[in-house]
């Protein structure tokens, strides 16, 4: 039996946070708002993205952590989405839809270099699919 590989790791980009940051930087002065922004700025630092040869997983959570994985081979199909804010700073977004139950739409929001990560997703789905025997069956 082969053994799981990490193909890639990662988290989002503090960007995602930006206007949030610009606005809690004009109403410093009330003292709350820096308290929200250390709240986003850990919510995000906690996230993180791996894929390996046979599962998706995402960790998140600051003072609770939670563990969810997505078996490749339920994948059905993955889309990146580049905004413009996103653009300028180099990211995009990974939709990734399963059949999964309780993840039928996963995000992967603001990663870098994110045309080789949904390649790297790509390979591994199809590599995980011929190695289970599993199709996908499209009923409409």
Known sequence: MQNEEVVWAGSPSQVVNLPVFVVCVLL?????????????????????????????????????????????????????????????????????????????????RAVRDGENVLEALRRNVEECRAKKNVRALDLE
């Open 28 to 108: 410093c002065w009330l003292v709350v708002p820096i308290f929200v922004a250390l709240w986003k700025w850990l919510v995000v630092k906690n996230i993180r993205y791996e894929l390996t040869t046979e599962r998706l997983k995402l960790r998140q959570g600051v003072l609770n952590r939670i563990l969810d994985e997505i078996e490749l081979y339920r994948v059905r199909d993955y889309r990146l989405e580049q905004p413009f804010f996103l653009r300028i700073f180099s990211l995009g977004n990974i939709m990734v839809r399963t059949t999964d139950t309780t993840h039928p739409l996963l995000v992967l």
